[in-house]
């Protein structure tokens, strides 16, 4: 959770005011965890370790890493299937990631979920999942569940600018503000729903203008600014808990790798993308925990080579894990038997 903020006549950045070195040092680390984990998940994928395909998030740590800084374990996320960086940000160990993506026993679903539905319950992550907006309905039951037991914990449902379209969007939103539950709806809108631009696909230029159909309040920032994704998630949780009911944020990001690794990327220019990665938010993170004395230039090039040692540790965990056995096919499969 944030610190106490300091004097309003403060002017640092939000992140450096609300939270403490460690803190600021672990999230930049998870910043880097995200980068090396998805360039070593892409990596395994071009040498046939990995079969299906992945939706990578790289360039949009900032996102995941600020919404889920003032989490704590009893708060819960829903994810989508671009979700490898929520899922480290709240947690989640990379050995038992890469486990998963390899199909290994030792997987967070034994290796049968793969790339898209890694779920980490105990961290709070309720799941990635591969329908479109299949989060948002469940982020609601979490939120609902939390309001009735008297938690005091919240819910943060990622979606991408994609589902703002679907009609779980509004049905979950409504529902969200009819009953005032404790969910914060997060749009990482990286400007495209698979080929489709959101200026093609969406009437209103800022998801964050839906919200005031559904009477909360609604917030766009930068996403690839980590300071201000916090700043505004921490005020969104703050009012979830406080009874007040739901909110919407929108964080303006940019995914430098096409959809999936079947996206051929034709539909954007070299140009649009070299400018959005000039923009990339980890050097930005750690060029301002520099300019605040909070790591030096050799404390941060020391997190990131801890970074590359940890997945590289991950890496090894999943090779050597256990292929699932035969026998356990239908280990995990649920029917009810006919009358």
């Known amino acids: ?22 803190a600021l040092r672990g999230a930049l680390l998870r910043m880097f965890l995200i980068r090396n984990f998805e360039e070593a998940a892409e990596a395994s994928y071009m040498r046939g370790l990995v079969h299906g395909t992945m939706h990578l998030s790289i360039g ?10 003032g989490l704590t374990e009893s708060d819960k996320i829903t994810s989508t299937h671009r979700g490898h960086g929520h899922c480290i940000a709240k947690g989640a160990d990379v ?56 938690t005091g914990a919240v819910t943060v449902c990622f979606f991408g600018d994609g589902a703002n379209n679907e009609g779980a969007f509004h049905e979950a939103l409504n529902m969200a503000a009819i009953w005032k539950l404790p969910v914060v709806f997060l749009c990482e809108n ?17 998801v964050a203008l839906r919200a005031a ?14 300071s201000a994704v916090a700043e505004a ?40 993308i070299e400018a959005w990665m000039a923009r990339d938010p980890i050097p930005r993170f750690a060029a301002l925990l520099v300019a605040h004395g909070i790591m030096s230039e050799d404390e941060v090039r020391a997190a990131e080579a801890e970074a590359e040692r940890v997945i590289e540790a991950g890496l090894e965990f999943a090779r050597a894990g256990p292929d699932p056995s035969v026998a356990d096919l239908t280990r995990d499969v649920y029917t009810t038997e006919a009358p």
């Not at 990286?190 to 800022?206: D, F, I, K, L, W």
């Open 1 to 22: 959770m944030p610190e106490p903020a300091a004097a309003a006549e403060d002017n640092r950045p939000y992140i450096i005011r609300a939270y403490g070195p460690d």
């Open 60 to 69: 949009q740590e900032a996102v995941a890493v600020g919404a889920c800084l």
């Open 233 to 272: 998630v921490d005020a969104a949780t703050a009012r979830g808990r406080a009874g007040e009911g739901p909110s919407l944020v929108e964080c303006l990001t940019y995914r430098w790798r096409g959809h999936s690794k079947s996206d051929r990327n034709r539909y954007r220019s070299r140009e649009e």
């Open 95 to 150: 050995g038992r990631m890469f486990a998963e993506f390899f199909g290994k026993e030792t997987g967070y679903c034994r290796g049968r979920g793969g790339s898209m539905h890694i779920a980490d319950p105990a961290k709070g992550n309720l799941g990635a999942n591969g329908i479109v907006g299949g989060g948002l309905p469940i982020a609601v039951g979490s939120a609902l569940s939390a309001k009735r037991l008297g």
């Open 213 to 226: 159909a559904y009477a909360m309040p609604g917030v766009t920032v930068d996403g690839n600014d980590i």
């Open 190 to 206: 990286n400007r495209y729903g698979m080929s489709t631009s959101t200026e093609r696909s969406t009437a209103v230029p800022r």
